[in-house]
């Protein structure tokens, strides 16, 4: 028998028609998801796009690993290219072409990826709305999922054993607020500066410690602060209703702009449902300075990693330069909410044709 391809699909090769009819269902779902997610934008008057996969930079987050190519030119030139990761930046140009509220449904691509919730290829969507800040990607979340789960005919979001009210609005809840309720530890003390250096471990450490979280000799700040939000904060976040985590840390603001009065926080929020974490969105940062300085900073992360590095988009920094507008944006994974809606347990039950495993 034939060896399944995609990372969870042990036995039958998923064309088996026994191995198909088990996942129909899930995958009728799917579609009537993605069905609702267009019908919203229209009606909300965004403009569907569509960019390259193939891109200078897959993205600059140090964790994420990309997949590599080489693109020849006619006349027998080569020159390095990469599978995105994101199309983000490819969508914030059209925000300085001047497209002021667009939208993507993007396969995109991770290498290195493959668990009941992670696929190497993968369904992102994305959207961007120009004079906007992240509680109007915030007020957009709310609106959509209920869109969402109207077009999909259910009344809960279902994973893992929990289950989430679709009719629900969304809890909104800061990162500090999350850890006090969920975890019993007030970061206030300890929350890092705006400086940019690296937060001091210790202090981050006596209170996992007193919390009953396991830290090691070498964790840093960030080891900490994730093994306390992975053991006790995430597993709470979106159940009964969703949850919009926001207000992280500076240092962890990836693309997004520092609050004005607050330099020491990222105008930056997370959705989850279920205790799974569905999208990601900013305040868009806009100064092409300070983009380009934590361009560089991830790459230098990325290299003291893995010994590895990408180029930088310099395209995008050059845009940027131009004049972005003040924006706001989001990631959404298709795929985990096509599980919420289905409530299938892994990710390849909502895949029509999962990849090739090696």
């Known amino acids: 028998m034939a060896e399944a391809d995609g990372p969870a699909m042990n036995g039958p090769a998923w064309w088996q ?25 229209d009606a ?32 027998g030139a080569a020159a390095m290219r990469y599978l995105h990761t994101s199309p983000e930046f490819a969508m914030k140009k059209l925000l300085v072409a001047g497209e002021p509220r667009i939208f993507q449904i993007a396969h995109t691509f991770r290498n290195a990826e493959g668990s009941d919730l992670h696929h190497p290829e993968f369904t992102m969507l994305e959207w961007y709305r120009a004079d906007a800040d992240y509680r109007d990607i915030m007020a957009d979340c709310e609106a959509l999922l209920a869109a969402v789960a109207a077009a999909a005919g259910i009344g809960q979001w279902r994973h893992g054993g929990r289950a989430c009210a679709a009719d629900a609005g969304c809890e909104r809840l800061t990162v500090a607020d999350a850890f006090r309720r969920h975890a019993g530890i007030d970061l ?10 690296r937060p001091r471990p210790a202090p981050l450490r006596a209170l996992a410690d007193a919390a009953g979280v396991r830290s090691d000799d070498g964790d840093d700040w960030d080891d900490l602060f994730f093994r306390i939000f992975l053991e006790r904060v995430e597993p709470c976040l979106g159940v009964d209703r969703p949850t919009i985590l926001y207000d992280y840390p500076a240092h962890m603001a990836a693309l997004s702009r520092l609050k004005p009065d607050r330099p020491d926080i990222a105008e930056r929020f997370e959705l989850y449902i279920c205790g799974l974490e569905l999208a990601n969105a900013f305040s868009e940062l806009t100064d092409a300075a300070e983009q380009e300085a934590r361009f560089l900073h991830d790459q230098a992360e990325k290299r003291r990693l893995y010994g590895d590095e990408v180029p930088i988009d310099r395209d995008f920094l050059a845009a940027l330069a131009h004049g972005m507008p003040r924006a706001a944006g989001i ?28």
């Open 331 to 358: 990631a959404l994974g298709v795929d985990r909410l096509a599980m919420l809606a289905s409530g299938a347990d892994r990710i390849d039950q909502v895949l029509w044709v999962p990849v090739a495993a090696p």
């Open 17 to 41: 028609p026994a191995r198909h009819a088990a996942r129909r269902g899930h995958l009728a779902c799917r579609a009537r998801v993605v069905k609702g997610l267009r019908a919203w934008f």
């Open 44 to 75: 909300a008057g965004f403009v569907e796009v569509e960019t390259p996969a193939l891109q200078v930079s897959p993205g600059m987050e140090p964790h994420l690993q990309a997949f590599a190519t080489e693109l020849r030119r006619p006349d």
């Open 188 to 197: 206030d003390p300890v929350w890092p500066a705006a400086d940019g250096g």
